[in-house]
């Protein structure tokens, strides 16, 4: 097991932060960690590089402990925090060569490791970090991560704040590098990017809820989705929410997900939304759940949209 | 070890990157030092002098003139060439008190209707010296300054023979102890000679303790820290690698110093220079800790700002260069062995101005190694706390 933990617990005060959380990450897995914003993830990171001490349980990375050897686990990782954490008064060649002799390592020497994705960035070697775009920023920081060959690596939100295309390219790197046997353990509040995951694991208020492939965690949903539309949806999500046997209605971009413990009789339905004076332009139908629906299906409390990105 | 050269090497670059940096290390110190060094001063001139003359005589004429020839006293309201024209300026005690009130003289000086009389009669006679006392030091300095400017006056009388000889019968029955200063180190007692070196020694520490300050925060406020603290780097490579760049800025900041002080104010450079840089290299590293310390105790830049601008004012004010360390009471004057500042200001004085040998100097050499010491391991164990 690349990484394990057995009850990691991290107290912030009164607030649980990491609530025994158990994990069992096999070598060259990618494991993506999702979760909303303030579930938990980045403390869990945080204990599982170094950063912080957790107030219980245990942790061995690659093989280490956490708490009593954490310089070797130093050595042993790569760490891609939340945010962009460059020097961005240096070139992109200085940030790259500062942390491979951080790390006691050549860049020569190291370079097939990250051929792949310095090789894009090469031409602009000699530009400041911080006046990359962020694609570029994400590939040198992930360049700086893999240099010294770490066995593990964390990636925290990798691909906040990056478009489209480059998170998809960033994902097929990442893909690469897996299938050389390194460990992938990558936070993100994105869902989209749960399918690239070999293995996701959902993340609430300090627990973690379910740990699945996305399609075993699609096929362990239970009961029936539907989306729906209408131009007043907004503002009638307490009367669709008090239909019967109607578990969740949660506004999901620009429709709304019912949640139904049993299928919906399209009769009975718009009986009811027409006695409600729903509007009548409104339309829906079936859907098979997304990572996010089987999330979201998993949440206790109906009310709140939780803050995903989108 | 070879490590810590990674970290000056990336330093260095950073700092000459930044283009705000040079200015601010180089060009405002060299500002500051010019003009601080004309300024600092504790020499008061251009006193405001009312004065109102009952006597309209010859003699108080005389005294009059010699009040203002000697530059540290004006009648405000005195044209260059017309000296005797206004002397008398206020008229009556009304216009005396106005004139204080409105602070518009610092010194008021009234001479009695028989002024002259009484002296060319031998007898005694009596000036009243008015002392706008809003600025106790303007006060005290101009008091001292008419008092002896009025001592010198009575000399020179009788040296011409305006007063009789029965006071100099008085005078030889009783001896007068006359007391002659000698300045050492700083003969004329000229300010500048004085201010100079301290002054030097004040811009090199605020700038290192101000660099030190800024610097471990601003990684963590980008975030940099944690990629260092999760690399296998130790901590006292990371500190040494952030105190030696800014060490060599230090010492460079110095260097430039003593240049326009030698070029420019002819500060005298009587001890090595040997010995100057070695107590300032110790001064350095003990403010950088303290700056180290702070930035490592605060989250953002502006937090780490505000408690050295605290330690700064302090350790500035309480350094012995404005006010003198002998004068604080005693509780202020054991707190000056833990300010650098203080230390460094005494020494670069001692140094440049006396010449003091090493055997003088051995107990400030330990006491600053041992702010080193004090300093350095607490910045160090600060560290460690955080970051595992």
């Known amino acids: 097991m690349s990484i394990q933990t057995e009850g990691l617990l991290k107290r912030y005060g009164q607030l649980t932060a990491v609530n025994e959380v158990n994990l069992d990450i096999p070598q060259g897995e990618i494991f993506g960690l999702i979760g909303p914003d303030g579930a938990g993830k980045s403390s869990l990171i945080r204990m599982l590089t170094t950063l912080i001490k957790p107030d219980g349980g245990k942790a061995k990375v690659a093989g280490l402990d956490v708490e009593t050897d954490f310089i070797l686990i130093r050595k042993s990782i790569g760490y891609m925090p939340d945010v962009f954490a460059l020097y961005e008064d240096l070139s992109i060649a200085e940030n790259l060569h500062f942390f491979a002799k951080v790390f006691g390592v050549s860049v020569e020497k190291n370079y097939e490791l990250i051929r792949e994705i310095y090789d894009t960035l090469k031409p602009f070697e000699n530009r400041r970090a911080g006046k990359l775009s962020g694609g570029m920023k994400q590939k040198l920081a992930l360049s700086c991560a893999l240099i010294h060959q770490p066995e593990v690596l964390f990636l925290d939100e990798p691909t906040t704040g990056v478009d489209v295309v480059s998170r998809k390219e960033f994902w097929d790197i990442l893909g690469r590098i897996s299938q050389r046997g390194v460990t992938i353990f990558v936070s993100t509040p994105y869902m989209d990017e749960a399918a690239r995951c070999h293995r996701v694991g959902l993340m609430q208020q300090g627990n973690i809820m379910a740990i699945n492939t996305p399609q075993g965690l699609k096929d362990t949903f239970e009961g029936w989705l539907y989306t729906f539309r209408s131009p007043d949806m907004y503002s009638r999500l307490e009367e669709l929410r008090a239909y019967p046997d109607m578990e969740k209605a949660v506004l999901f971009g620009d429709s709304v997900h019912l949640f139904m413990k049993k299928p919906l009789d399209p009769k009975n339905f718009e009986q009811y939304l027409n006695q409600k004076g729903i509007s009548p332009q409104h339309q829906w139908e079936e859907i098979s759940p997304s990572v996010e629906d089987c999330f979201i299906a998993m949440q206790k409390g109906t009310k709140e949209t939780p803050a995903f990105a989108k | 070890m070879r490590s810590i050269l990674f970290f000056v090497h990336k330093e260095l670059l950073q700092i000459f990157r930044n283009k705000a940096m040079l200015p601010l290390l180089f060009v405002m110190p060299i500002i500051q030092l010019l003009i601080l060094s004309h300024v600092a001063t504790n020499e008061v001139k251009n006193l405001q002098l009312g004065v109102r003359d009952l006597s309209h005589g010859l003699l108080s004429q005389r005294l009059i003139n010699k009040m203002t020839s000697t530059g540290y006293f004006v009648i405000p309201s005195d044209k260059p060439g017309s000296k005797l024209a206004r002397a008398a300026s206020l008229k009556n005690q009304r216009e005396i008190d106005q004139a204080l009130d409105a602070d518009q003289v610092d010194l008021v000086m009234i001479i009695p209707e028989d002024f002259e009389q009484n002296l060319r009669m031998g007898g005694s006679t009596e000036i009243q010296l008015l002392v706008n006392a809003i600025n106790s030091m303007k006060a005290g300095v101009a008091t001292t300054y008419a008092g002896s400017i009025i001592a010198d006056f009575q000399k020179e009388l009788r040296e011409d023979g305006i007063i009789p000889s029965k006071k100099e019968a008085i005078r030889l029955a009783m001896p007068q102890v006359e007391i002659r200063y000698s300045h050492w180190f700083n003969p ?201």
């Open chain 2, 188 to 388: 004329e007692l000229t300010y500048k000679t004085f201010m100079v070196p301290g002054i030097l020694a004040l811009l090199v520490s605020m700038l290192t303790l101000l660099l030190g300050a800024m610097n471990v925060v601003r990684e963590r406020e980008i975030g940099t820290i944690e990629q260092i603290e999760v690399s296998p780097v130790k901590t006292p490579v990371f500190i040494l690698g952030k105190l030696l760049p800014l060490l060599l800025i230090g010492l460079a900041e110095l260097s430039l110093g003593l240049f326009i002080a030698k070029v420019l104010f002819h500060t005298p450079m009587e001890g090595p220079l040997v010995v100057l840089y070695v107590f300032s290299a110790l001064t350095i590293v003990a403010l950088l800790s303290l700056g180290l310390l702070i930035s490592n105790m605060s989250e953002t830049q502006q937090q780490a700002m505000f408690i050295a601008w605290f330690f700064m004012i302090i350790f500035v004010l309480m350094s012995g260069l404005f006010t003198p360390i002998e004068s604080m009471p005693p509780w202020a004057q054991k707190l000056t062995y833990i300010n650098p500042i203080a230390q460094l200001v005494s020494i670069v004085r001692l140094n440049m101005l006396k010449g003091s040998s090493w055997a003088e100097l051995w107990p400030h050499f330990r006491l600053m190694l041992s702010l080193d010491l004090l300093y350095g391991l607490f910045a160090m164990a600060m560290f460690k706390k955080r970051s595992n």
